[in-house]
């Protein structure tokens, strides 16, 4: 059974940081693109990153460039994304998906309030 | 970046009645590799997102017969031959043929 399970999200202050993680199981994590998608309240989905297998590539938003950074390592079959510089407009709950989207974690709640 | 829009934006259904609903993008998802890379996703209320369909209609495992995904070049279509209680959320389409990638804003289907 594919499972992504995110961990780290939470409340924090406008300008701070928090460092997502998605953990992968039932699948062989190293042969996908991995994905960030964010869902802010009440709202549709929006993606924010992805990574490819090797880390080679990495592919950002346009409004998280400069701020947020996707990894990954294989050995531990774990995605992140590490996120500087939050603003009120990144409140969401963030998903990992794999590939484009095969299957969905469910979700993690970043708050960016003061 | 390609703008994927919805039609119509909400839906109400009988249970047991055909549903059906659009997708179309401000440019053609037809990929250089000769693929089409338009999916269509469902978000039940309160869960996590689900894909229904990758590459326009390619069911993914697990997703009921009555649910069929088609089109091609800008416009794309989900039909649901009779819909079920179960069906009830948002339903999204994405493309990934060109970066960046990107969502429609969802048609939410509902049960009568």
């Known amino acids: 059974e594919v499972q992504l399970v995110e961990s780290g999200g939470g409340l924090v202050q406008p300008g701070g940081s928090l460092r997502l993680s998605c953990v992968a199981s039932g699948f062989t994590f190293s042969d996908y693109w991995m994905t960030w998608v964010r869902q802010a309240p009440g709202k549709g989905l929006e993606w924010v990153a992805n990574?490819?297998?090797?880390?080679?590539?990495?592919f950002y938003v346009g409004s998280v460039k400069g701020r947020f950074t996707i990894s990954r390592d294989n050995a531990k079959n774990s995605l992140y994304l590490q996120m500087n510089g939050l603003r009120a407009e990144d409140t969401a709950v963030y998903y990992c998906a794999n590939g484009g989207g095969y299957f969905w974690g469910q979700g993690t709640l970043v708050i960016v309030s003061s | 970046d390609i703008v994927m829009t919805h039609t119509p934006l909400s839906l109400s259904v009988t249970p047991g009645q055909p549903a059906s609903m659009s997708c179309n993008s401000s440019?053609?998802?037809?990929?250089?590799?000769?693929?089409?890379?338009l999916s269509w996703i469902l978000q039940k209320p309160g869960q996590s997102p689900q894909l229904l369909f990758y590459e326009v209609s390619n069911r993914f495992s697990g997703v009921p017969h009555r649910f069929s995904g088609s089109g091609a070049g800008t416009s794309f279509t989900l039909k649901i031959s009779r819909v079920e209680a179960e069906d009830v959320g948002v339903y999204y389409c994405?493309?990934?043929?060109?970066?960046?990638?990107?969502f429609g804003g969802g048609t939410k289907v509902e049960i009568k």
């Open positions: 440019e053609s998802l037809l990929h250089r590799d000769g693929k089409t890379y």
């Open positions: 994405m493309q990934t043929t060109q970066l960046p990638i990107t």
């Open positions: 990574i490819n297998q090797d880390e080679s590539r990495q």
